[in-house]
């Protein structure tokens, strides 16, 4: 019933910064926590950020921690990645995805909906 769209991913040079977004519809997500993951090309899916139903708490992975920043805006049904000082190592096809009631946020399987990914393509 929820459909999540993530959308905001293009081309950028190392350094520069992109906007993700993610915005749900069918559904509030509001009681939900969200997250974000990549996925490169012969790669594994990765953990990127998520944040609490509340927004009062967020998450990093090590790899993107003081680069990027998630937030979300509930009476907007919409989630924000904002991604500064962007390197090549950070492209990816980037999932937007809603947790599920239990467990932590930094693994996919405890996620029950995921959106469209966003290719992000970071050039040297």
């Known amino acids: 019933q929820v459909q999540l769209a993530g959308s905001g991913g293009g081309l950028v040079q190392a350094g520069g910064s992109l906007r993700l977004s993610c915005a749900a519809s069918?559904?509030?997500?509001?009681?939900?926590?969200m997250g974000w993951f990549r996925q490169a090309p012969g790669k594994e899916r990765e953990f990127v950020a998520a944040i609490s139903w509340t927004g009062g708490s967020t998450y990093y992975g090590d790899s993107v921690k003081g680069r990027f920043t998630i937030s979300r805006d509930n009476a907007k049904n919409t989630m924000y990645l904002q991604m500064n000082s962007l390197k090549p190592e950070d492209t990816a096809v980037y999932y937007c995805a809603r947790k599920g009631r239990f467990g932590t946020y930094y693994r996919p399987h405890e996620y029950d909906s995921w959106g469209q990914g966003t290719q992000v393509t970071v050039s040297s």
């Open positions: 069918g559904r509030t997500f509001r009681d939900y926590g």
